[in-house]
């Protein structure tokens, strides 16, 4: 998806190269998000997906 906003936007949250393991079971595996000033961002995707997993990583750095 794109938006109509100027990329030169400040980024506000960005996580770069995350990841995160239970077990052996690998949530989050090099994830790389940039959100810039103003954008609306859904993290969607089927159950077990680690949706939750990357915004609660990204809310825990604000």
Do not use: F
């Amino acid at each position: 998806m794109t938006t109509d906003l100027d990329s030169s936007q400040q980024v506000v949250v960005r996580l770069d190269d995350v990841h995160k393991e239970y077990g052996d079971a690998k949530a989050l595996d090099g994830v790389d998000l940039d959100i810039r000033a103003g954008e609306a961002v859904a993290v969607m995707g089927p159950s077990g997906c680690a949706s939750r997993v990357r915004c609660a990583h990204a809310a825990s750095m604000l």
